[in-house]
T-cell receptor, first 115, second 113 residues
Framework: GAGVSQSPSNKVTEKGKDVELRCDPI?????LYWYRQSLGQGLEFLIYFQGNSAPDKSGLPSDRFSAERTGGSVSTLTIQRTQQEDSAVYLC?????????????FGPGTRLTVL | AQSVTQLDSQVPVFEEAPVELRCNYSSSVSVYLFWYVQYPNQGLQLLLK??????LVKGINGFEAEFNKSQTSFHLRKPSVHISDTAEYFCAVSKGGSEKLVFGKGTKLTVNP
């Protein structure tokens, strides 16, 4: 079946611009996660959704970062006024339920480069 | 808070040799443990996970890991590696009642002919 998809696969933007990253989870998965993978910091949790609500936003690095999920499906991560330190691979994952035991299925990621 | 330490950032081995990738975690509460693999330009794929029960966990592609509570370790092993096992391997932990994964920095495994 279809896995987690993310778009775009690559995004190059100029410092100060806003960007939107999209994630389509596996159909029927209620939980959706965003992580960031960068050379200096490794893999970091950003936010997760249970349905359309976000019980844990603790990993968002600043108020320039926001995310939403609509219809219990697609999610968008928005970064406003991008900075060079935002350059990273943004990974999305989904799981059937939001629990510590469920396997999270990852998408291929969006590589963001801020010039 | 939990943390995960992967002691080796890079591990080179020859084909058909055994390999062990080390992972230690710290947590004051019970945790669940995972190993994920990332092939070049791909997302992460679950290799195996420990939730409870037998401390020896078998996963895909011939990998296995052993949970050691006293040493707070969850090392990944394979008795004979293939060229196709070349990838980056991530150890991760989640806490009961918490949904997010906390990852180690990763270990790049390079299998040479």
């Amino acid at each position: 079946g279809a896995g987690v998809s993310q778009s775009p696969s690559n995004k190059v933007t100029e410092k100060g611009k806003d960007v939107e990253l999209r994630c389509d989870p596996i159909s029927g998965h209620t939980a959706l996660y965003w992580y960031r993978q960068s050379l200096g910091q490794g893999l970091e949790f950003l936010i997760y959704f249970q349905g359309n609500s976000a019980p844990d936003k603790s990993g968002l690095p600043s108020d320039r970062f926001s995310a939403e999920r609509t219809g219990g499906s697609v999610s968008t991560l928005t970064i406003q006024r991008t900075q060079q330190e935002d350059s990273a691979v943004y990974l999305c994952a989904s799981s059937p339920l939001a629990s510590g035991t469920d396997t999270q299925y990852f998408g291929p990621g969006t590589r963001l480069t801020v010039l | 808070a939990q943390s995960v330490t992967q002691l080796d950032s890079q591990v080179p081995v020859f084909e058909e040799a055994p390999v062990e990738l080390r992972c230690n975690y710290s947590s004051s509460v019970s945790v669940y443990l995972f190993w994920y693999v990332q092939y070049p330009n791909q997302g992460l794929q679950l290799l195996l996970k420990y939730l409870s029960g037998s401390t020896l966990v078998k996963g895909i592609n011939g990998f296995e890991a052993e949970f050691n509570k006293s040493q707070t370790s969850f090392h990944l092993r394979k008795p004979s590696v293939h060229i196709s096992d070349t990838a980056e391997y991530f150890c991760a932990v989640s806490k009961g009642g918490s949904e997010k994964l906390v990852f180690g920095k990763g270990t790049k495994l390079t299998v040479n002919p």
